[in-house]
Nanobody, 126 residues
Framework: VQLQASGGGLVQFGDSLRLSCAASGGTLSGYTTSWFRQARGKEREFLAAISRNGLRTTYARSVKGRFTISRDDAQNRAYLQMIRLKPEDTAVYYC????????????????????WGQGTLVTVSS
């Protein structure tokens, strides 16, 4: 499956933003789908994952309560809704897809994923 992330941009402290991950060459309902981000000079960080059946989600502690992952199977897209954005949320955001088992035993491990989107930059000004 090929992924393309979009929706990034420049926002202000406290704003909301929704990122989109469009899939082609496969259906996201066959994968664990996740969002990661990478700030300048830092390692790629897991943010959220949604299970293959779409019934379960898990979040990193740093974003739980502010970020929400979802999936629209009719559109073959995944989303990351972000609220109360902070300057420390500034990063390139990536969506990724991996096998069903990824959700259960390794959603935070980048090596578990077989497909990555190209990234979309989110900049939060103070």
């Amino acid at each position: 499956v090929q992924l393309q992330a979009s929706g990034g941009g420049l926002v202000q402290f406290g704003d909301s933003l929704r990122l989109s991950c469009a899939a082609s060459g496969g259906t996201l309902s066959g994968y664990t789908t996740s969002w990661f981000r990478q700030a300048r000079g830092k390692e790629r960080e897991f943010l959220a994952a949604i299970s293959r059946n779409g019934l379960r989600t898990t979040y990193a502690r740093s974003v739980k309560g502010r970020f929400t992952i979802s999936r629209d199977d009719a559109q073959n897209r995944a989303y990351l809704q972000m609220i109360r954005l902070k300057p420390e949320d500034t990063a390139v955001y990536y969506c990724a897809a991996g096998p069903e088992g990824t959700f259960h035993h390794g959603p935070i491990q980048t090596g578990e994923y077989t497909s990555w989107g190209q990234g979309t930059l989110v900049t939060v000004s103070s």
